[in-house]
Structure formats: structure tokens, C-alpha cells
């Protein structure tokens, strides 16, 4: 299950974060690709259970990874792991690397703070606050200290998210009054209005409708060409619809599998994801 917790923070001043700096070959071996986020040998422990063990992956930038597997599989402990939102859980320990940009994130000069206004994270049960639909978005941009040209900021948030056409005239209007998925575009508008780089979502559309679910679907492509997206999903249609790349987690916390997601759906290697992946279990 997802955190609920809502992304920016109320500390501010800028500390140390990333800068891009890691490019590598595809898996294909041909054309470079920028690598954004990639985890080595990263367990992940809550008390004495190892919820992932030795994760080793590589996220491209500027694509749609999708995340997938049965439940309890260690999807969301996995993406609260790449902006250390585990840091907020008492129990949670990790060991190895997770490099941003080439830095790692759980070096001690990093800011996690820092670090989750340049990866932002939605969650599953769309979160506004109880304020207007501006102040929602301005949120992070306020916190940050960037009060300048706020308003023109908010309405580009809202575009880029899909909302503005939706909502224009009713700024000062509740975040609450919307419906749940134009509150699910907010609380991505209020993601991205910070101007992350990466963009975290722990299945962002389980609780709409198909309809919003598609608009989400939808917007999700769009963000793509502007962010990272690291998106965990439930729904094996959805993820074969929406990323360019997929990781497959099995039971244990192990990533079995991580591959174009045309490659994953239609040949996968191993037979735990096929079957996992045609419906045998999970
Ligand atoms: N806050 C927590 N405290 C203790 N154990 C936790 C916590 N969060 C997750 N776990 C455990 O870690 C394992 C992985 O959970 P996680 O929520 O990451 O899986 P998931 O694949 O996202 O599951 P789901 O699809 O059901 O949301 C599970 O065994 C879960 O019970």
C-alpha cells in the first residue's frame, strides 16, 4: 500500500542534490542512454524482515518505468527508497545504493528534503490539502522560498497536469471540492510545480474511475517527455500501456525481471514472470 503523505516539506533552504552527470549503454548495448536512477545491491528492512533484497537496477531518464508484481512484493518500498520517504518509517533500514544522478541518495550530505523537492511522489489515495486549488499547487513553490511570478507558476502546474481548462476561474475554490480524479491531477500539479526531475507514483489511479483512470493514463504519457516517471501499478494492462520500461518483483522482494516492457509482456525470460504475468498467480 502507499504512504499517504504529501510530497514537498516544510523545511527549506537548498542543500545537497544531484546533478546529472551518469549516461551508459541501453541494454541493447547500442545507443547511450542517461541513466537517472540506479539501485545496487539495495536491501531493504523492516525490524528483522528483509523486504527487498539486493535490487539492482538501472531507470532511464525521461521514460515511464513501470513497477509490477503481487501484492507485498516491495513495489512501494522500492520507489519510497528512491526519495527516502523509508526514513519516515521507524522500523525501515537500508543497506547498499541508490544513485541519483550519479550521487548517492543515503550519503550523509544529502538532504532528504532536498532530495524529495527534486523527486516528487503521488500517491494512491489523491491528498489536496484543505485549500484552495492555488494554494494547493503553490504549496511546494511557497516552502521552497520561490514566491515570484506564483500565480503564473500555479496555472503552468495546472497545465502541464491537464487541470487548468478544468478549474480556471475557480482558483480560490477548495482542492476538496473537486472530483477524485481532477484531485488526483491536483495533488500532480502540486507534484510538479517544485520543477522536480523525477516523478514517483504509487499506483495513482487504483482509487477513479476508468475514465479519470484514462485521463491519468494519459497525462502520465505526456509528463514523460518533461520527468522520469517511476510509476507502481497493480494493473498489468495499464503498465503495458503506459511505460517504456518494466520491473517485474516477485514474493521475497526480488526483482526478477527488468526489461522493455514490450519485451517483458510479449517474451519475458524468466517462467515466474510469464506465469505471473498471464494470470498463473499474483
Ligand atoms: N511500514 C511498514 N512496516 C512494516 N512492514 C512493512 C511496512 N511497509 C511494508 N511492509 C512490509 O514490506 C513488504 C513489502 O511491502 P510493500 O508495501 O512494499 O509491497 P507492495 O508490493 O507495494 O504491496 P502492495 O501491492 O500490496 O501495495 C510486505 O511484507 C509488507 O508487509
Excluded: W
Aim: with cysteine; aromatic share 6%.
Amino acid at each position: 500500500m502507499g504512504l499517504d503523505a504529501p510530497t514537498g516539506s516544510l523545511h527549506a533552504p537548498d542543500e545537497t542534490v544531484a546533478e546529472p552527470e551518469s549516461t551508459t549503454e541501453t541494454r541493447a548495448g547500442t545507443e547511450p542512454e542517461s541513466i537517472a536512477l540506479e539501485a545496487r545491491d539495495l536491501d531493504v528492512y523492516y525490524g528483522d524482515d528483509q523486504a527487498l533484497q539486493s535490487i539492482d537496477m538501472e531507470i532511464p531518464e525521461g521514460e515511464v518505468t513501470a513497477l509490477i508484481g503481487p501484492s507485498g512484493c516491495g513495489k512501494s518500498t522500492f520507489l519510497r527508497s528512491i526519495n527516502r520517504m523509508n526514513d519516515l518509517i521507524d522500523i525501515a533500514r537500508v543497506d547498499g545504493d541508490l544513485y541519483f544522478n550519479g550521487k548517492n541518495v543515503y550519503d550523509d550530505d544529502v538532504d532528504p528534503v532536498a532530495l524529495r523537492r527534486k523527486i516528487g511522489m503521488v500517491f494512491q489515495k489523491p491528498n489536496p490539502f484543505p485549500k484552495s486549488i492555488r494554494d494547493n499547487v503553490a504549496f511546494g513553490l511557497k516552502v521552497q522560498g520561490k514566491d515570484e511570478n506564483v500565480d503564473a507558476k500555479v496555472e503552468r502546474a495546472l497545465e502541464r497536469a491537464a487541470l487548468l481548462e478544468e478549474v480556471e476561474g475557480q482558483l480560490d475554490s477548495s482542492g476538496l471540492d473537486l472530483s477524485g480524479g481532477q484531485q488526483q491531477r491536483l495533488c500532480i500539479a502540486r507534484a510538479i510545480a517544485p520543477d522536480p526531475e523525477v516523478l514517483l507514483m504509487d499506483e495513482p489511479a487504483s482509487a477513479l474511475d476508468p475514465i479519470a483512470t484514462a485521463k491519468i493514463e494519459e497525462l502520465i504519457e505526456e509528463l514523460s517527455e518533461e520527468y522520469t516517471v517511476v510509476v507502481v501499478t497493480h494493473n498489468m494492462q495499464q503498465a503495458a500501456r503506459i511505460s517504456d520500461k518494466t520491473a517485474v518483483f516477485l514474493t521475497g522482494g526480488e526483482l526478477v525481471e527488468f526489461d522493455d516492457t514490450e519485451k517483458i509482456f510479449e517474451n519475458p525470460e524468466h517462467d515466474r514472470v510469464e506465469d505471473y504475468i498471464t494470470g498463473k498467480f499474483g
